[in-house]
């Protein structure tokens, strides 16, 4: 069973800084893109940051300059380094991978459980 496990939320004052990762395990070939989307409070979800497999990025307008996405593909992880935080970045921070089971199968999704960042103004 494929599981995303994140790690790193918490509460920070505006301007302040926090690293967010994510690692999935279980039994599968590969991994194909990582990304993070965040989920404001009474919002919907929304991507922030997203890396593929081959080191192709894509921003949100709102956190660039601000958010930097890295991958350990040998740790099948995904990085989220934020700082300069805003209270507009206060939500829950989800991981989504798309996953390849087999070498021949199709691909699929999975998202992780959620973190969740605070920040105070």
């Known amino acids: 069973q494929v599981q995303l496990v994140e790690s790193g939320g918490g509460l920070v004052q505006a301007g302040g800084s926090l690293r967010l990762s994510c690692a999935a395990s279980g039994a599968f070939f590969s991994v194909d893109l990582m990304a993070w989307y965040h989920q404001a409070p009474g919002k919907e979800r929304e991507l922030v940051a997203s890396?593929?497999?081959?080191?192709?990025?894509k921003y949100a307008d709102s956190v660039k300059g601000r958010f930097t996405i890295s991958r350990d593909s040998a740790k099948n992880a995904v990085y989220l380094q934020m700082n300069s935080l805003k209270p507009e970045d206060t939500g829950v921070y989800f991981c989504y991978a798309i996953i390849v089971l087999l070498a021949t199968s199709p691909t699929r999704q999975y998202w992780g459980q959620g973190t969740q960042v605070t920040v105070s103004s």
């Open positions: 890396i593929t497999s081959r080191g192709s990025l």
